[in-house]
């Protein structure tokens, strides 16, 4: 950890008051502009946004997807990485009220109409688009740009590493196992050092349907029983069906093998997919694992040492994993802006071959990465494949069974896994655990029953698990941050703490001592924004409801400067109030929204934040106006700036 050697940062800014307005709040001196909203055209072949704008599913393919979330920043040329770049962009799931206004809603009667469900599958899914600073500021996006595309949940992708090709995911579709169509419900992002982007499946079980011959992952991770969750499927019944385009959202086996129906379809998802921002081409890495996956973010990169990404399962008591390369990283495999270069080839080299890990947390302060390899020992003694009964040699299977068999090797179940953050001077991770409505004192072992009405209801090993030392508080509604340091980003152990405790100023539970300038509450988004030389910024935002935080604010962003992390590897304890004092809320946003999605220009100067479901807004291309009167609400992103051009937060 060299955080010793950095100068120190201080926030330049006053910390703001919570905000319960349609408006985006920022700071005295600080502009906040709308740019690319849900629905903006991103060509001419299609009529661009209007109040009265009725979508099909052409207008929706070429514009701007709903409901924005994880998003990262691609540079075009080196000298203008800060003022013109591909933004990509997931676009997580739609407000079918918003989308079918114009109508009065979306027809809810079985069978759906084909050509609504194929827009709701195009508002899905990641958006690609040019976008660029003019000289007095303000962003635009630059429209019919070569760069601007939609991968959608109709997209067809491949699939890359164990899981590929194997028994598991024949379906009629491909009959080799060796792609499928679309990705779905893309939560948060992340982006790896060869100049690709990481998008990260979270919610898609509740978009199938099985209704016999379930597998124990779709009991898991929660396929549903009766109905997806907007219904898809039935369009099947209304005769305009293409190429099983919606029957295969219904699982249930139909034909006398995989190959002749979708029963293996949404053993297709729930990968990290990686997309080239500068082609469109797109693979779902199925060597980091299966599951609900929030984001991806890679550790520090050191030459000659293997690759490393973290990602987390955002589910009650479900888990954190590391996904360690074999290849050890070479630097002449950085973004090579405008050169020839293979980036998938490379994605290939570095993802596809490795070692799946999950976390335990031990009540001393130190914590294990537990492999999960056919091969592994068990806690109970045999391996890994043998308690999941499998083959011996079986990678494939494993994967498909992600969370059991982090079950089985002993892995700590955590308040809801979201976003990591890593600090890449000193390799610190950041792992915000957003709450947990199932957590109390003693635990109860699980009885599961898919009820198929709470996508996040998936206590699958605990009914409700037992707090533990990373997860202290029973029915945590407010969440915490935790961090962690290990030796090298190879290393099988680590020394962790509590960052931050989420708390309200009224009640009993503020264990980190909050204040009226900084209280929050289930923290979910997370940026390290690195200074050379310097002490960098955590950026956390929120995605709250319900509870004292909600009643004082919306959600909101707040910024930290992180004090080093304290090695206290016998005593895991919350980081001194003292050390944390600096934390202040730096913007909050309109009525019914999270805030999500982030990232800071390489020269400080503006940060780009998303804007979630908000309910009546935006109703002008400044954020921060508050809407009067009633406007069809759209997710968006917002560029914050200072009104001088200087850098942001400091
Ligand atoms: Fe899509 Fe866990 O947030
Ligand atoms: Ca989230
Ligand atoms: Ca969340
Ligand atoms: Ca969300």
């Known amino acids: 950890n060299d955080g010793s050697t950095k100068q120190p940062l201080t926030l330049g800014f006053d910390a703001i008051l919570g905000s319960k307005t349609d408006a985006i709040v920022v700071p005295p001196g600080y502009t906040a502009q709308i740019l690319i909203p849900w629905g903006t055209a991103l060509n001419d072949s299609i009529s661009g946004w209007s109040e009265s704008l009725a979508f099909t599913p052409t207008i929706q393919e070429n514009s701007v997807g709903m409901h924005h979330d994880g998003m990262y920043h691609f540079p075009l040329a080196e000298d203008t990485a800060s003022s013109n770049f591909i933004l990509a962009l997931n676009n997580e799931y739609i407000d079918q009220a918003a989308l079918w206004e114009p109508q009065g809603g979306p027809t809810t009667t079985s069978p759906r109409p084909a050509d609504e469900v194929r827009t709701e599958i195009n508002a899905h899914g990641v958006t690609l688009v040019e976008v660029k600073k003019a000289s007095d500021g303000s962003w635009s996006h630059v429209e019919n740009s070569p760069y601007n595309r939609r991968i959608t949940s109709a997209t067809e992708i491949g699939l890359a590493g164990p899981v590929a090709g194997s028994d598991y995911v024949i379906t009629k579709y491909s009959t080799d196992g060796t792609k499928t169509r679309g990705t779905n419900n893309n939560c ?5 050092p060869w100049g690709t982007y990481l998008t990260c499946e979270e919610n898609w079980p509740g978009y199938f349907v099985k209704t016999a011959s379930r597998y124990n992952d779709d009991d898991r ?9 907007y219904g898809w499927e039935t369009a099947a019944g209304d005769g305009s069906e293409v190429n099983d385009e919606f029957g295969r959202f219904d699982a249930t086996p139909s034909g006398a093998t995989a190959a002749d129906d979708y029963r293996n379809e949404p053993r297709t998802f729930g990968y990290i997919v990686e ?6 081409e797109a ?10 996956h929030e984001g991806c973010w890679p550790g520090k990169l050191v030459e000659g040492e293997p690759v490393v990404f973290y990602s987390s399962h955002d589910s009650r008591n479900e888990y954190i994993y590391k996904f360690v390369s074999d290849a050890v990283w070479s630097a002449s495999d950085a973004n090579n802006v405008g050169g020839t270069y293979d980036r998938m080839a490379i994605g290939s080299k570095y993802m596809d071959e490795g070692t799946l890990y999950v976390a335990k947390f031990n009540a001393d302060g130190t914590g294990e990465w537990l492999p999960l390899t056919p091969d592994a020992e068990t806690p109970a003694g045999g391996t890994l494949a043998a308690a999941l009964g499998l083959a011996a040699d079986d990678l494939a299977g494993v994967i498909i069974n992600t969370c059991d068999a982090a079950d089985i090797m002993g892995a700590t179940p955590m308040d809801r896994p979201e976003w990591g953050a890593v600090d890449p001077a000193s390799g610190d991770v950041y792992m915000t655990l957003t709450n947990n409505s199932k957590r109390t004192a003693e635990g109860v072992a699980a009885t599961y029953t898919n009820s198929g009405t709470d996508i996040d209801d998936l206590g699958v090993g605990y009914a409700t698990a037992p707090v533990n030392a990373p997860n ?24 962790w703490e509590i960052f931050v405790f989420g708390g309200a100023v009224t009640g009993n539970d503020n264990p980190s001592g909050l204040t009226e300038l900084n209280q929050f509450a289930s923290p979910d988004g997370l940026f390290y924004d690195q200074r050379d030389g310097e002490e960098g910024i955590l950026w956390v935002e929120t995605d709250n409801g319900g509870n004292a935080v909600a009643d004082y604010t919306n959600d909101q962003l707040l910024a930290v400067v992180p004090s080093s992390v304290s090695g206290n590897s016998n005593s895991p304890s919350v980081v001194d109030q003292q050390d944390q004092s600096n934390l202040k809320r730096f ?3 309109p009525n019914g929204c999270e805030i999500t999605g982030i990232f800071t220009t390489p020269d400080k100067t503006a940060l780009f934040i998303n804007v979630q479901h908000p309910g009546n807004w935006p109703s002008s291309s400044d954020a921060t106006a508050v809407t009067s009167g009633t406007v069809r609400p759209r997710a968006s992103t917002v560029v914050i700036q200072k009104a001088d051009g200087g850098q942001v937060g400091v």
Do not use: C
């Open 188 to 192: 948060a992002a992340g982006y790896t």
């Open 221 to 229: 991770l929660g396929i549903e029983s009766s109905g997806g969750r």
């Open 275 to 280: 997309i080239d921002p500068y082609t469109g």
């Open 283 to 292: 693979m779902k890495r199925t060597h980091l694992g299966r599951f609900r």
């Open 472 to 495: 202290p508080r029973a029915d945590n509604e407010n969440g915490q941050i935790i961090r962690w340091q290990e030796g090298t980003a190879s290393s099988t152990t680590f020394e």
């Open 587 to 589: 913007a909050v946003g």
